[in-house]
């Protein structure tokens, strides 16, 4: 008699029908049919050491592969719990994520059962586009199918699956699907009038930028953008998930946004502004004006008709796919006369230099056993090999790697979104490492971002990802820090502080081998040795937490409280006269 499958094993059948190659996953018992069934169907299993890190880890892989399925498997109870950070990361940055969480049996509900006693997918539900709970088993392809596609659809984010143990464990007569048959639906398309306003639009501007955004990564339109700016006689500035979409070195990239708000300042501003897939908010200025000027004229492609208008309206909105809008305007614009726009271009590329240049003139070493944390950076971006994938956490860490990244193509820059998530970096870094094979990967995290998800050394080493993990040591909570001193005075500070922690005895004790680094002109060398090792490597890198980050005085506003109440991060709150 031939033993029947367990219904859970379908699930990975599903996946593989849906392109998916790379699982990662922290085990559960009750997830066993779906993880022993991945070998059979091609999937390979990256196992963390937490659950939030393999979340992380699917997000990362998904934004590294250009907008391929990121998948996530954790178990019930805790394991769901821990990986909630994770989801609403994606939710936050809109990234095409699958998380499935085991459940108690449904047959045993009201029970007091292991793991069970609350909903799971109504907390999801607020934070993913889809949350479902399978409760049958020969419907568990059609629902791994349906999630995958609408994670990927239109305007993409995380879905949710909660699949119960009794579902899971259920044996089955059903064979695996035959997924040959299985066609995605294309991405939606411009209308002919937008694209001929677009066009216009161009026609008409002299100072004209396209900002790309995760919606161009994530549609892999890197070289779309390359074609269009050479075509089209337009530079293309980054959006904060899209930094590295074009080689650093093309006369036509200009780098982060914040080179629009120093062009605006130097009397130059954009008068026209293309936003492809970048969402106006935070990383643009917010309402502000200061990135995307109020007198130029925008428009907005977006597939998410929610967020046309948000911040201020688009002068022409077009909601569509990103790729295939792109695809119509290189068609439309192929053909015509176009002017370079080069002086244009090279002013905004000028500004790119302007981050080095704040610190050019302090001392490497600031203080003995110390280095300036910009000098750091910048001597760590310069060794990298070419290409290398940089993965940054949030705080002033982020700030500094942001800055000085060069450009590693697109995709291949994430750091720290919307939700502000420290301890993303070490399973981002883990997703790019699995996305892109052979591509050299550095992992850099602030101390007290480093603190959150450590342990993941053991997986970098377990399964051989030769990541360099970079912690910046200034033994605080930097940006916390610096925003209580600016807005209470000097030394006026409550739990910002921490220990000096040697990170590279921690990285040994996981077998990783790590160094520490309190001298400039040892860090070069380092980086270099830790890459040429082709294993995962830590460097426990000592800065100056005396030298404060400044765009961390710029979030935390005027704190004279001449505008209203100081709110550190947002908008001061106006007094009333």
């Known amino acids: 008699m031939t033993k029947k499958r367990a219904a859970g094993e379908l699930a990975a059948a599903a996946l593989a029908g849906l392109g998916v190659s ?11 049919p779906l993880f022993m069934a991945c070998e059979e169907f091609g ?3 990256t196992d963390t050491r937490h659950e939030a890190s393999a979340g992380h880890a699917a997000d990362g892989y998904a934004r ?23 989801i609403t990361n994606a939710w936050l940055d809109r990234i095409p994520t699958l998380f499935i969480a ?18 799971a997918v109504a907390m999801a539900a607020p934070v993913t586009k889809w949350a479902q709970r399978v409760a049958e088993p020969g419907r568990i392809v059609e629902y791994v199918r349906r999630a995958g596609e609408i994670a990927l659809s239109g305007s993409p984010g995380p879905v949710f699956l909660e699949i119960p143990i009794d579902v899971m464990f259920t044996p089955t007569e059903e064979v695996a699907p035959d997924v040959s048959t299985w066609k995605r639906p294309a991405p939606s398309g411009p209308t002919p009038d937008a694209i001929a ?18 919606g161009a990564v994530l549609t892999n339109s890197g070289e779309r953008l390359r074609r269009l700016a050479e075509l089209m006689g337009v530079p293309v500035i980054a959006g904060q998930k899209a930094l590295g979409v074009l080689p650093d070195d093309h006369p036509y990239y200009a780098g982060a946004a914040a080179g629009l708000a120093a062009a605006a300042a130097n009397g130059t501003p954009a008068d026209a502004v293309l936003l492809v897939g970048a969402r106006m908010g935070m990383f643009l200025g917010g309402a502000m004006g200061a990135i995307i000027p109020q007198a130029a004229y925008v428009a907005q492609i977006e597939s998410n008709p929610e967020e046309i208008g948000r911040v201020r309206n688009a002068d022409l909105p077009i909601v569509a796919d990103a790729g295939a809008t792109l695809d119509a305007l290189l068609k439309a614009a192929e053909g015509e006369s176009w002017p370079k726009r080069e002086e244009w271009a090279a002013t905004l590329r000028g500004f790119r230099s302007k981050a080095r240049q704040a610190f050019a003139d302090a001392p490497l070493n600031t203080r003995p056993g110390a280095i300036h944390p910009g000098h750091a950076v910048a001597a760590v971006m310069d060794a990298l090999p070419e290409g290398t994938a940089v993965i940054a956490d949030g705080g002033e860490a982020g700030n500094w790697v942001g800055d000085l990244v060069r450009s590693p193509g697109a995709g291949q820059h994430l750091r720290c979104g919307y939700l502000g998530c420290l301890g993303i970096s070490p399973g981002m870094a883990i997703g790019a490492a699995r996305a892109n094979p052979g591509r050299p990967v550095v992992c850099f995290a602030g101390d007290g971002g480093a603190g959150f998800n450590i342990q993941e050394l053991d997986t970098m080493m377990r399964h051989r990802l030769p ?3 970079v912690v910046l040591n200034n033994a605080e909570w930097g940006m916390s820090r610096n925003a209580q001193n600016l807005l209470y005075g000097k030394n006026r500070e409550v739990i910002v502080a921490l220990e000096d922690t040697h990170f590279e005895t921690v990285a040994e004790g ?7 680094i309190d001298r400039y002109e040892d860090l070069a060398p380092a980086v270099k040795e830790a890459f040429a090792s ?10 100056d937490a005396a030298v404060m980050h400044p765009r961390t005085r710029m979030m935390v506003g005027d704190v004279s409280g001449a505008d209203g109440v100081p709110i550190p991060y947002y908008a001061n709150i106006p007094q009333k006269a």
């Open 64 to 86: 590294a592969s250009n907008g391929k399925l990121g998948v996530c498997a954790v178990t019930s109870g805790p394991g769901f719990t821990n990986a909630l950070t994770a």
């Open 197 to 214: 306003g677009v066009i216009e639009m161009f026609r008409k501007a002299e100072r004209p930028v396209v900002i790309a955004g995760g």
């Open 22 to 32: 790379e699982l990662f996953a922290l085990h559960g018992s009750h997830l066993d």
């Open 467 to 469: 990541i360099v993990t």
């Open 510 to 516: 996981f077998g990783v081998p790590g160094v520490r």
């Open 534 to 543: 082709g294993e995962p490597r830590l460097l426990n890198v000592i800065i």
């Open 43 to 45: 999937i390979r299993i």
């Open 102 to 119: 085991g459940a108690a049996p449904l047959r045993e509900a009201e029970l007091n059962t292991l793991q069970g006693g609350f909903d």
